[in-house]
Antibody
């Protein structure tokens, strides 16, 4: 069965960086585009970024453009999200997703001094 | 970028039918597939409808999706409501510029 397992969340100070990882299994990872989606506490879902199956194209939400970078390593079946210049409003659960079919369990990122 | 607008909340009794709407602000609703996700408290989202009206395996046929070009909207209909259907529901679509958008979510109460 498809599994998406995020890791790398935690508490970080404003302005600092954090890298999230998502380990994928149960499907041919290199054949699918992958997404990051986040959810601030008590709020709705917000799409963050998508990367093509081969890494050739990447697209971002305006709210993270220029600060976040999505990448993947198909040899390791792993998706990444490099988050720089973090702000309090980036505090959220970050989900890795193979939209529209599969979601991970999420990892919490808290940006606070 | 376009927006997807959903009602903030809906409520209905067990056994009844409820419909949740999702209206696209610009661009045709028919141009790009619409998905629907269910999220129970404390859990990750799960997909209940993809590609406008397709159900993943394991999702009961009480769940159905449709689109209406005249109102530029999509709808999720849940029939024979059960208390376990109580959750937040989100619609999602995208455009040709690869902007992926979620609706604001609808809280379904089954009372």
């Amino acid at each position: 069965q498809v599994q998406l397992v995020e890791s790398g969340g935690g508490v970080v100070q404003p302005g600092r960086s954090l890298r999230l990882s998502c380990a994928a299994s149960g499907f041919t990872f290199s054949s699918y585009g992958m997404h990051w989606v986040r959810q601030a506490p008590g709020k709705g879902l917000e799409w963050v970024a998508v990367i093509w199956y081969d890494g050739s194209n990447k697209y971002y939400a305006d709210s993270v453009k220029g600060r976040f970078t999505i990448s993947r390593d198909n040899s390791k079946n792993t998706l990444y999200l490099q988050m720089n210049s973090l702000r309090a409003e980036d505090t959220a659960v970050y989900y890795c997703a193979r939209l529209p079919r599969n979601w991970g369990q999420g990892t919490l990122v808290t940006v606070s001094s | 970028n376009f927006m997807l607008t959903q009602p903030h909340s809906v409520s209905e009794s067990p056994g009844k039918t409820v419909t949740i709407s999702c209206t696209r602000s610009s661009g045709s609703i028919a141009s790009n597939y619409v998905q629907w996700y269910q999220q129970r408290p404390g859990s990750s989202p799960t997909t209940v409808i993809y590609e406008d009206n397709q159900r993943p395996s394991g999702v009961p046929d009480r769940f159905s999706g449709s689109i209406d070009s005249s109102s530029n909207s999509a709808s999720l209909t849940i029939s024979g409501l059960k208390t376990e259907d109580e959750a937040d529901y989100y619609c999602q679509s995208y455009d040709s510029s690869n902007n992926w958008v979620f609706g604001g979510g609808t809280k379904l109460t089954v009372l």
